[in-house]
Every structure is written in structure tokens, then in C-alpha cells.
Nanobody, 116 residues
């Protein structure tokens, strides 16, 4: 499974961005999905996740501002990011884990920069 993330960019604080991650080589119906981010000098952290049954979970720092969604027919997972803050700056990675085989896959990062 290959994951291709897109949608990053430079945005002013208070703005919005939508990240998208498309899978090839498999449909995502039986995968748990998530977005992680890594800020400069910090460890990678979970931002949001959505299970194969569409149960969602968010980091406290983004709850109410970000929304994760999946489209199994298109093999995509998206992250709508609103009210962005400078501390949201970092490389964002999509992640998929097969429910059946428990294998994990990572996409390449897409960079989000929020200016103050």
C-alpha cells in the first residue's frame, strides 16, 4: 500500500487548509487511518484518527478545529484544518493500519506552515 499526502502549504494564523491522502494498492475499507504531525525538534504526535468503523479521535490541541474524514470508495482520508495556529506548524503524515493483517503504512509528509 502506498499513501500519497497532499494539501500542505503556507497559511496565516486563523486560516484553513485541507490535507488529503490517497492510497494505491489497496482499498482503505479495512484500515484504521490517522494523521500525525511532527514539529521541528519535536516527536511525531497523533493529530486525529478514524477507525475502519468511522469512529474518530482527536488530540486535545486540535479538537473542535480539525476534522478527519474517510472516503473508502475513493481510498482517501482527509484532514480539514480550521482556525490554524502557529503551533500547528509541522510535517503532517498520513498513516494506515490494516485491521486484518495489523501492518502499518506511512505516507510521505506534507508541510504545513502557519505564520503569525
Amino acid at each position: 500500500v502506498q499513501l500519497q499526502a497532499s494539501g500542505g502549504g503556507l497559511v496565516q494564523a486563523g486560516g484553513s487548509l485541507r490535507l488529503s491522502c490517497t492510497a494505491s494498492g489497496a482499498t482503505l475499507s479495512f484500515f484504521d487511518l490517522a494523521w500525525y504531525r511532527q514539529a521541528p525538534g519535536k516527536q511525531r504526535e497523533l493529530v486525529a484518527s478514524i477507525s475502519s468503523r468511522s469512529s474518530t479521535n482527536y488530540a486535545e490541541s486540535v479538537r473542535g478545529r480539525f476534522a478527519i474524514a474517510r472516503d473508502n470508495a475513493k481510498s482517501t482520508v482527509s484532514l480539514q484544518m480550521n482556525k490554524l495556529m502557529p503551533e500547528d506548524t509541522g510535517a503532517y503524515y498520513c498513516w494506515a493500519k490494516s485491521v486484518t493483517f495489523r501492518r502499518e503504512f506511512w505516507g510521505q509528509g506534507t508541510l504545513v506552515t502557519v505564520s503569525s
